[in-house]
T-cell receptor
């Protein structure tokens, strides 16, 4: 079974600084997908960034980048130039596919609560 | 132009009651899901439907019964509500997966906060 570990329950960062949120995973699959979602205090789940196991380059989406180290099974999220609006819970997730029926599910980590300070 | 919409947003009810949560997506996706987020914010899948067919049922009590009248809708009915059912329930959708490395994210609704008194 797949497992996602986020070891930082809470993080603080100064506005305009960069911050790294850690995520390690455990899987025996060769092909997998890793996702990061943001959940602000209003509660919705917002997709941020995706990394495929066969992608040779680290994913980037605006101020978000993914530091993917396959051998270490880590997929850390880097947020550059933090803004007050980045304060939220951040979840790392891995896609697991059920080949029967073509379904898939996301296995989530426990999340990291990020607070951006002035 | 909401992509995945759930109703209601809040649901407060007594123990023992039966309630339903509705979900609709206008993204043209084939696959829909229900996730439960507990009080510690942990998210876990409950069900997945692919084009109206149940494909994932993660050992959820029989009191929970999903229904998919068409591929754009996935409703969740809960019988005999218990205190432990208090949580936020998220509906999500995605294209049918082409493999575990598929890059299509799941799109989530805003969640339904269920509180059992």
């Amino acid at each position: 079974a797949q497992k996602i570990t986020q070891t930082q329950p809470g993080m603080f960062v100064q506005e305009k600084e960069a911050v790294t949120l850690d995520c390690t995973y455990d899987t025996s699959d060769q092909s997998y997908g890793l996702f990061w979602y943001k959940q602000p205090s209003s509660g919705e789940m917002i997709f941020l960034i995706y990394q495929g196991s066969y992608d040779e380059q680290n994913a980037t989406e605006g101020r978000y980048s993914l530091n993917f180290q396959k051998a270490r099974k880590s997929a850390n999220l880097v947020i550059s130039a933090s803004q007050l609006g980045d304060s939220a819970m951040y979840f790392c997730a891995m896609r697991e596919v059920y080949f029967t029926g073509g379904g898939n599910k996301l296995t989530f980590g426990t999340g990291t609560q990020l607070k951006v300070e002035l | 132009d909401t992509a995945v919409s759930q109703t209601p947003k809040y649901l407060v009810t007594q123990m023992g009651n039966d309630k339903s949560i509705k979900c609709e997506q206008n993204l043209g996706h084939d696959t829909m899901y229900w996730y439960k987020q507990d009080s510690k914010k942990f998210l876990k899948i409950m069900f997945s439907y692919n084009n109206k067919e149940l494909i994932i049922n993660e050992t959820v009590p029989n009191r929970f019964s999903p229904k998919s009248p068409d591929k754009a809708h996935l409703n969740l009915h809960i019988n005999s509500l218990e205190l432990g059912d208090s949580a936020v329930y998220f509906c999500a959708s995605s294209p049918r997966s082409t493999g575990p490395g598929g890059n299509q994210p799941q799109h989530f609704g805003d969640g339904t906060r269920l509180s059992i008194l």
